[in-house]
């Protein structure tokens, strides 16, 4: 037997039957098996009859113990191990978390200084271009001023030689036009300094998202997926509920028995994100479902029916549809959700999506292949009857 296996046995064997943590207190009764002293008295204590062994039932009318030391020593020794293996453990994966992060902000430093020396360089040639033009414009200028200085020597030339004649024959002289000059104008160079005066560290972020993976994906809804009660908008990017069923084409894709529908775009590999606006609904499930769903049947929402959801109910009850159901409690009412589909880390994760508070992870997820899936839930009258949405980077 491995080592590993060793240690793992010999746990067990220090597990009270009763609480299935490690022995406090361990007595042992006279059939031999051992409990925590507080699990036995309460297991007796609510035994209506006489007390019985948990494990054996052999009787013990005078419900009697004694303490075992040895092994309340053993489980001392189990319990410092087992502590410093797990702090091994947070040591370990606090370190590969610490290289992780550093990575990607690695990664965002060479996007912004990328970004920055792309713009200094835009910007290097503009300020080129207009000193090429300012020269140019200079040029002409003093090329005007020296015709100017030349009509003017001409003029001055032809009025000596007139001397006494009268003023009104100096309109007969011949005096060539001036040349032309046309000024630069200033607002130009207003405009070009407006074009890096605005928010600036807004539009830097808008053009780093293209950089950024994953960024939010441009989802759009699957017709053909969705239950005849959902109303599509032509963009396919919002989806309500109805009353009533609405004629639609037979499909092998569609939902007939819950109020779901998928996204066009499906996933076998890589990272995916995408949010969705759920606004103020009162409840709703998203997440990602398998190709392999069974789409004519009203299943329960859980991995093992090839969902990994999360679910709203109640306007304020927020549960992760694993096994069993387990309730969450995000710091705020969540009207965003952020989903994160990691094909190669086998994990769908969920956050609130305004703070990018992180709010369940599920783990070991496998599917040949995912789709990002929907659903309003019944509108119940009006109480429901807010749309949900995808986001796109424009919303």
Known sequence: MSQKNQAQSLQEELTCAICYDLFRDPVMLECMHHFCKE?????????????????????????????????????????????????????????????????????????????????????????????????????????GIYELKKNMERIQQNLEKLENSVLLEVENVAVRPPMEVEALPAFRLEQHMDKYDGPLQYIFWRRMLKSVDPAPAPLTFDPESAHPNLILTKDLTSVTEREKPYPVSSSSSRFLKCVNVLARQSFESGRHYWEVWVGNKAKWDLGVAASSIDRKAKVKLCSENGYWALRLRGNSEYWAAATPQMRLEPRRMVKKVGVLLDCKESKVAFYDAEDMSHLFTFHQVTACKFYPFFSTCFSDGNKNAEPMRICHLSH
């Not at 297991?43 to 092994?71: G, I, K, M, N």
């Not at 489980?75 to 370190?95: C, D, L, N, Y």
């Open 39 to 143: 699990c036995i008295q309460s297991y007796w204590d609510r035994c209506s009859r006489v007390a019985t062994c948990p494990q054996c039932r052999q009787e013990f009318p005078a419900r009697s113990f004694r303490p075992h030391y040895l092994v309340a020593g053993v489980v001392e020794t189990v319990r410092k191990a087992s502590s410093e293996e797990h702090r091994r453990r947070i040591q370990k994966m606090s370190g590969e978390l610490n290289v992780k992060i550093r990575a990607e902000f690695e990664h965002l430093h060479h996007v912004l200084e990328e970004e920055e020396r792309t713009v200094l360089m835009e910007l290097a040639r503009e300020e080129e271009q207009w000193v090429i033009r300012l020269q140019g414009e200079s040029a002409r200028l003093e090329q």
